[in-house]
């Protein structure tokens, strides 16, 4: 099946820093990568939409600025916490959709990422 | 304004036993309803899911019913074990695959099975 691969599954930095995660459709061409936030005992929060090419569509609240999206090729796409704080620690998952598939989303393992 | 309602927010179910986690939507436009399992540090799974041109689609252990009049849908977990102690969401969405849309999640149920 359609496997999707993220990368750190762990990061631990200091406040101030950017920290960079890499989300790979392994198997397949992803036409659409999604990035969600999820916080301990709660959903999955969507940030935001990307497609291959273009810029992505951020969710209502999410600073675009403060989380960079790059989905440069069809199998790729990272996001960027840039000068993270700890109100930033987080589990990031990403998602990606295969056209040829009657599944809708693909998801990662999650990253989990702490700023001290 | 939350569009998948969700419940119980936990669940404790003997081995063995039933567990049944519901799901109320308000969107008539939905037309996948997906339910994910997700272990702790992991992305979610996922587990079954039913298109509203059905009332119950069953895969093994896992049985979704869904009532399309009442704009609910719920998943039971059969035989109950403790391997399946995670926590689960439902969700909805428009469309699948390449074209879906985004995927609206209820706010995840923790269940706990008990040997």
């Known amino acids: 099946g359609a496997v999707v691969s993220q990368h750190p599954s762990r990061v631990i930095c200091k406040s101030g820093t950017s920290v960079k995660i890499e989300c790979r459709s392994l198997?397949?061409?992803?036409?659409?990568m999604f990035w969600y936030r999820q916080f301990p005992k709660q959903s999955l929060m969507l940030m935001a939409t990307?497609?291959?090419?273009?810029?992505?569509?951020?969710e209502q609240g999410v600073e675009k600025d403060k989380f960079l999206i790059n989905h440069a090729s069809l199998t790729l796409s990272t996001l960027t916490v840039t000068s993270a704080h700890p109100e930033d620690s987080s589990f990031y998952i990403c998602?990606?959709?295969?056209?040829?598939?009657?599944?809708?989303?693909?998801f990662g393992d999650g990253t989990r990422l702490s700023i001290l | 304004q939350q569009q998948v309602k969700q419940s119980p927010q936990s669940l404790i179910v003997q081995k063995g036993g039933i567990s049944i986690i519901n799901c109320a939507y308000e969107?008539?436009?939905?037309?996948?309803f997906p339910w994910y399992q997700q272990f702790p540090g992991k992305g979610p799974a996922l587990l079954i899911a039913?298109?509203?041109?059905?009332s119950e689609k069953k895969e093994g252990r896992f049985t979704i019913s869904f009532n399309k009049s009442a704009k609910q849908f719920s998943l039971h977990i059969m035989d109950s074990q403790p391997g399946d102690s995670a926590t689960y969401f439902c969700?909805?969405?428009?469309?699948?695959?390449?074209?879906?849309?985004?995927?609206?999640f209820g706010k995840g149920t923790k269940l706990s099975v008990k040997p």
């Open positions: 998602s990606a959709t295969d056209p040829h598939s009657n599944q809708p989303q693909h």
């Open positions: 198997d397949f061409q992803a036409t659409t």
């Open positions: 969107n008539t436009a939905f037309d996948y």
């Open positions: 969700a909805a969405s428009m469309g699948y695959g390449g074209s879906q849309g985004n995927l609206i």
């Open positions: 039913i298109r509203p041109d059905v």
């Open positions: 990307s497609n291959e090419g273009s810029k992505a569509t951020y």
